[in-house]
């Protein structure tokens, strides 16, 4: 029989999560949406028969998104923007309880990390809601979709993967996890790569036929094109001030701010993005080896928040698997040590920022002091760090779990 508090253990957790739904469905739909209106407005364009891209009255709200993701939009164009935005606020909270899931049950994750974990970035998920954005849908994607032995395992779940993983894409880094099963298959069973690759190709170009056929040219280069022109038009249309502002907390851009922050070119942003991208993929595919295979895959989810030159602070919703394990892992280890790190990891990830230093000021003193230190820790990628160092706390609660379990292991 379970006592009344192991009942209140386990269903209390469950009703926080709902409760945090309702807040969320609350942001989208009464507070918010503003980056879903450009998504409707886009396809209810595309319905009425004009171009998806159209540089000259869109930017600096612009789709960027490419041509074979705007499908996903249709269906909500068909109708008002109020009904639109409550069908995809419904989505997005039913796309954050699919992503909890495969953290508690693949990943064997208690709810209560993962509570823990939703409270510290409370403000990133409230962000990511008021503004409608994709980053829910495309980690319940992400997560739901992956599987470690693809593409043998599912030729679809596999073509399902890889279009989620581009509709961003920056958010085609995870991919890497496949990097060593695919140079093996290439040369022993390429078969199941090439029907992959071929079928996802194929249906890049299905979903890109609505786009195309308002574009004005029959050639999908030039629609491709048009999306380049859009997607690349950030840094012009906003103004470096704006773009490497604190509210981006990718790496590449703090080096970018580094190097020149008033700067119109994007070029040094891009080539630290490649350059933190190759030592991010080599460092974490050498120590995930020690991992289970949905441990890994978080860990690549997460990185996406850490090497995208436009990675603002809502994304790093996609950071909650990994987030979750470290805070789940640590306490589990039982050693005060690993929590206290994973806790400091949380609180730079999540609730650290400038608007924090403002509501736990005590005078107008220690308001601007700490406005200004808050602000030089947002310019420095204290999300990026933060989530390093909750990555850090998972890994060595890892080993010390391991270690833990050697002598039961080694004993007769």
Not at 195 to 215: D, W
Request: charged share 15%.
């Amino acid at each position: 029989m379970k006592t009344y508090r192991q009942i209140l253990f386990r269903a209390l957790p469950i009703l926080l999560l709902l409760c945090a739904a309702i807040v969320f469905y609350g942001d989208c739909t009464v507070r918010g949406g503003g980056d879903f209106l450009v998504y409707w407005q886009v396809a209810k364009r595309v319905l009425g028969g004009g171009p998806n891209y159209l540089p000259s009255v869109d930017i600096p709200n612009a789709y960027r998104y490419p041509p074979w993701s705007l499908p996903l939009f249709l269906p909500l164009a068909a109708g008002t923007f109020e009904f639109a935005r409550v069908v995809w606020a419904l989505i997005s909270v039913a796309a954050m309880f699919a992503a909890i899931a495969w953290i508690a049950k693949k990943a064997h994750c208690s709810l209560w990390s993962i509570v823990v974990s939703l409270i510290f970035t409370w403000g990133i998920w409230g962000s990511e809601f008021n503004h409608g954005q994709v980053c829910v849908p495309m980690l319940a994607g992400l997560l739901w979709f992956w599987d470690k032995d693809l593409p043998q395992s599912s030729r679809w779940r596999a073509v399902g993967l890889l279009f989620i993983a581009s509709i961003k894409v920056f958010t085609a880094f995870p991919v890497f996890y496949f990097w060593n099963r695919f140079r093996e298959g290439l040369s022993k069973n390429p078969g199941p790569w090439v029907r992959a690759l071929a079928l996802t190709v194929g249906l890049f170009a299905v979903l890109s036929i609505p786009s195309l056929i308002g574009a004005g040219s029959p050639h999908f280069r030039n629609l491709l094109g048009s999306w380049y022109e859009v997607g690349h038009s950030v840094m012009a249309g906003f103004g470096p001030d704006f773009v490497r502002g604190r509210s981006n907390q990718g790496l590449p851009v703090v080096v970018g701010r580094i190097v020149d922050i008033h700067s119109v070119s994007d070029r040094v942003d891009l080539m630290a993005f490649v350059v933190i991208s190759i030592l991010i993929g080599l460092w974490w595919n050498r120590v995930s080896k020690r991992l289970t295979p949905e441990e890994s895959w978080a860990g690549w989810v997460a990185w996406i928040c850490v090497i995208d030159p436009l990675s603002w602070s809502r994304n790093f919703v996609l950071a909650l698997p990994l987030l979750a394990l470290s805070v789940d892992r640590a306490w589990r280890s039982g050693r005060r040590d690993l929590m206290a790190l994973v806790t400091l990891g949380l609180v730079f990830t999540g609730p650290l920022t400038i608007n924090t230093g403002r509501s736990i000021a005590w005078s107008p003193e220690s308001k601007a002091l700490l406005m200004k230190v808050f602000w030089w820790m947002e310019m420095a990628g204290i999300k990026s760090l933060g989530l390093l160092v909750c990555a850090a706390g998972f890994l060595l609660s890892r080993r010390a779990l391991a270690e833990r379990m050697a002598p039961a292991t080694a004993s007769p």
